[in-house]
């Protein structure tokens, strides 16, 4: 058969043999989705010179170098999230995104600030998830003054300059978590609250719903002061362990931060599983097990895939804006399981 020349593939693609040429020999502008069109063509009719046209459209692609940081102490988590977003970031089909990713137990702001502006020097654009802290925030500003956007994932952060928010309304989490406790407690009394920190914002607004919810509905609940885990199963399965002793009325306990592999344990050890209502967060294979075996009753979850993919876009939306942009905020519906929809 007669092999493909640049006049076949010009008409499989809709465009005039100059502009093949032109992406052939790199040598002038063709708009991203007009050079795919070709590559596609290329494909399609076994063009000769593939291989070299795919090299020189990737190459043509605008590139965005995107730092991301995750700091948490949940392995399994971050290990979701870090892999949607690569996910996310390949799938753009109009450029080429990489990513340079920070994944960080330690919950030191030090440890954040200094992180922050490592990766300022090699990335267009910063995706952060941390607690807040005043050292942080002075780094997004030192940051965003180089022109270089902040999109604060998971937990909103605060700076003078404008930083991008994607994540949950949680808000409505707490008050989701709440309707929860009032439907499935058979006995209405004390429930007891794990946070992982106060320095995350976001666990404070879950908090915040929570309490409001129990407020609008003056429903006979009592709510124990909110008890820190510090992100450790360790400290979460001694919590849990003390409420329960000191509490044996207890209706419900509510894990709204880190720490749920540790008060699912203590929750197990005491026999009170399938008694005891239990909310927690994400789903995870250790929290999709505590599901069936009843230890936990319902879960409010990110859909990791879809943040990813708004995160990405998000991204690449601010540093198309400029800093003189205002903050973006985007607000990614939850999810919710329970025994039945895993």
């Given at each position: ?20 040429n ?75 995104v ?24 090699s ?22 003054q ?44 004390k ?14 607004l ?16 009592a709510?124990?002061e ?5 992100e ?18 207890l ?10 592999n ?69 607000l ?11």
């Open positions: 058969m007669k092999r493909p020349t640049i006049r076949d593939l010009a008409d499989a693609a809709g465009v005039s043999v100059a502009t093949v032109r992406v052939i020999g790199n040598s002038g502008t063709v708009r991203e989705d007009t050079m795919q069109r070709i590559l596609l063509a290329a494909q399609k009719i076994g063009f000769y010179g593939f291989g070299a046209l795919q090299h020189r459209v990737s190459k043509a692609q605008a590139r965005h170098h995107i730092g991301v940081i995750i700091q948490t102490q949940h392995r399994q988590f971050s290990e979701m999230l870090e892999s949607s977003l690569e996910a996310a970031a390949h799938a753009q089909e109009d450029c080429d990489r990513l340079t990713t920070a994944t960080l137990n330690d919950l030191s702001p030090e440890t954040i600030a200094t992180q922050l502006q490592t990766l300022a020097q990335s267009d654009a910063i995706v952060i998830m941390a607690a807040e802290h005043h050292l942080v925030s002075d780094a997004i500003e030192k940051v965003s180089q022109g270089i956007p902040v999109i604060a994932l998971i937990s909103a952060l605060s700076a003078r300059s404008n930083v991008g928010y994607v994540g949950l309304d949680s808000w409505k989490v707490g008050r989701t978590a709440a309707w929860t406790f009032d439907h499935l407690c058979r006995t209405p009394g429930l007891g609250i794990l946070v992982g920190t106060h320095r995350y914002r976001n666990h404070d879950v908090e915040s719903g929570f309490r409001s919810y129990f407020r609008e509905h003056t429903t006979p609940f709510l124990l909110p008890l820190s885990t510090f450790s199963d360790a400290i979460a399965r001694e919590l849990t362990e003390k409420l329960l002793r000191t509490y044996p009325d209706q419900g306990l509510y894990v709204s931060g880190g720490g749920i540790g008060a699912l344990a203590a929750i197990r050890a005491s026999g009170l599983a399938g008694k005891l209502v239990t909310v927690g967060h994400e789903l995870m294979d250790s929290t999709k097990a505590a599901l069936m075996d009843r230890s936990l009753s319902f879960i409010i979850a990110h859909p990791v895939e879809r943040l990813a993919r708004e995160t990405i876009a998000a991204t690449l939306r601010a540093k198309k804006a400029g800093s003189d942009a205002g903050a973006q905020s985007v990614v519906p939850f999810d919710i399981y329970t025994s039945e929809n895993v």
